[in-house]
């Protein structure tokens, strides 16, 4: 595992859509998959994430984890080729070590119906479900928190 460069962008945005096209489709349908993945190309929708979040890279570029703000998991993506192998757990203990290094006592975060199931067995409390739109298309997404020992 390595912490994320400022030069790594492409290679998060590369992440990031294979690893909605590849597995989004066990939840989602493909209006859905369209366009969640689209976002990734989209101008300056994700540029302050990556250039201000703290996070890491695991394995040979095969998911990634970012903290942005401070007390929120921003973003949680695996490549289908590496999912299942340890690699989201992995980065969920790393952001929330660290987290809890910085003196942070609650982390948040809006989950997928695909992270959901990893989150509350790492301990991750479901708030509440919040539906939302990606150009015009409806989702819902679950907002969850986990409190820092």
């Not at 460069?5 to 066990?26: G, H, K, M």
């Not at 509440?128 to 928190?145: H, K, N, S, W, Y």
């Amino acid at each position: 595992m390595r912490p994320i460069q400022p030069t790594d962008s492409l290679l998060l945005r590369e992440i990031y859509v294979d690893a909605i096209q590849t597995q989004a489709s066990q939840a989602y349908s493909p209006e859905q998959i369209k366009a969640w993945a689209n976002l990734a190309w989209l101008p300056g929708l994700l540029d302050r994430t990556f250039e201000e979040g703290q996070g890491w890279i695991s394995g040979v570029d095969a998911a990634f984890a970012i903290r942005y703000p401070a007390n929120r998991l921003s973003m949680l993506y695996c490549r289908g080729r590496s999912s299942r192998q340890g690699h989201g757990s992995a980065l969920l203990q790393a952001i929330e070590c660290d987290a809890q290094r910085m003196g942070i006592k609650r982390l948040q975060t809006e989950a997928s119906l695909l992270s959901l199931p990893m989150l509350e067995q790492r301990g991750w409390m479901m708030i509440a479900p919040e539906p939302f739109t990606i150009a015009g298309v409806p989702f819902v997404r679950f907002q969850m928190e986990k409190l820092l020992d």
